[in-house]
């Protein structure tokens, strides 16, 4: 029986013993916990792979926003690495976990499919730990992701069986959209049967998509809500709303707005483009990237409640190569020691300013430095807390 027949298997056994209750109910998994009072934190993942050179270098820097403004309210680890260990992959989603769980734990595909990067979470994340601890409903525990890796949509909660999906955290983008919005057309009436054939097969796609079948695809009411108003200012083609890591700035903006959100991590990806051997597209993505931070630090600036309130924690997943043989020497992020190298930086109330360290820290560090700055245990990361900032 493959994991999804499984899965359901158990739970048709589980709702047969329960009698009728819908299976997937929003009940509170942990009715004791308190309200949080601490600040709310958004994790920034400067991603698609970035060098020090062209973000934190302040003389060959393409993000001026973050290298001589924001770098200034805060504190910069111009040292963070990547650990050089077997199993430890330079890569897209490896990183992102490596972030949200503070550990280098090794990753294969939900079936072991080779070129498939289905990877459940082995020890909770970050939103589960908050969640686990206080009164912070799914739609305040948000990532907000890009439309060309799906599979990070799924990258929710961890397969640790005290966490777990009832902790999980809730995905902006596109396509949670998508499913949002063909739902909501096989509802409506003046779709044609044809139309309505089209978008069957469009849902049943969507669908497969989900690869870790024992969290729904159903998003929480205001989600929902979320969606209707992105609709209704967009439309339904796809084609007028921001694209690309605009579209995340976009989205992460709007969620401020109208969900509140106490923990937010936003998957800026862009710069990873250069694959395909252009380095203007990398550099352009940066620049794009620190145009979407300076838009998130001026949107909660101008917020009563969460200014004052809100720390912000930008890292890289992955660094990329440093390879004079390319033509475009960062090109890919194939475990080159350039790789390895990123840096963080940690801005806003109660954290130093001004502060440059350059002693070796590690990816893993910014789990426990996040369950710091939100008083919660992340007892299951390695990393140490990155003192410095507190200081
Ligand atoms: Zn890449």
Redesign the pocket.
């Known amino acids: 029986m493959d994991r999804r027949g499984f899965t359901s298997g158990l739970l048709g056994a589980g709702a047969l013993l329960a009698g009728p209750a819908p299976l997937f109910a929003e009940t509170d998994p942990t009715p004791v916990r308190t309200p949080y009072g601490g600040p709310n934190v958004i994790v920034i993942r400067f991603g698609?792979?970035v060098r020090r050179r062209e973000t934190i270098d302040p003389d060959h820097t393409y993000s001026p926003y973050l290298r001589h403004v924001l770098a200034r309210r805060g504190t910069l680890f111009t040292n963070m690495r990547i650990a050089s260990q077997e199993g430890i992959v330079t890569?897209?989603a490896q990183g992102t976990l490596y972030i949200l769980t503070g550990r280098y734990d090794r990753y294969v595909d939900v079936e072991a499919r080779i070129f498939s990067e289905r990877y459940e979470p082995k020890a909770p994340t970050i939103f589960e730990y908050l969640r686990k601890v206080y009164r912070v409903p799914r739609h305040q525990a948000l990532i907000v992701n890009g439309e060309d890796r799906v599979n990070e949509d799924f990258l929710t909660f961890s397969t640790d069986h005290l966490y777990g999906v009832d902790y999980r955290s809730s995905v902006l983008s596109l396509h949670w959209f998508k499913l949002y919005l063909v739902r909501r057309r096989l509802r409506e009436n003046r779709v044609s049967a044809r139309e309505r054939e089209r978008l069957e097969k469009q849902l049943a796609e969507l669908e497969a998509r989900n690869y870790r079948p024992d969290a729904p695809d159903r998003q929480a009411p205001r989600l929902q809500d979320f969606w209707r108003r992105w609709r209704r200012h967009y439309g339904d083609s796809g084609l007028v709303n921001p694209r690309g890591d605009r579209l995340l700035t976009e989205l992460s903006v709007r969620a401020i707005k109208e969900l509140r959100p106490r923990l937010m991590m936003v998957n800026y990806q862009d710069p990873?483009y250069v694959?395909w051997g252009n380095l203007s597209h990398y550099t352009r993505a940066i620049s794009i990237i620190d145009q979407g931070i300076q838009r998130l630090v001026e949107t909660v600036e101008a917020d009563e409640e969460y200014r004052g309130n809100t720390v912000f924690v930008v890292v890289p997943d992955c660094g990329r190569d440093n390879n004079p043989l390319m033509e475009v020497s960062c090109q890919?992020?194939f475990n080159s020691r350039s790789a390895h190298e990123i840096w963080a930086l940690v801005a806003g109330p109660g954290i130093a300013r001004d502060v440059i360290v350059d002693r070796p820290v590690e990816q893993i560090a910014i789990a426990g430095t996040v369950a710091q700055i939100m008083s919660f245990g992340a007892d299951q990361s390695e990393g140490e807390v990155l003192a410095e900032c507190f200081a």
């Open positions: 698609g792979g890569s897209h990873d694959h890919h992020h």
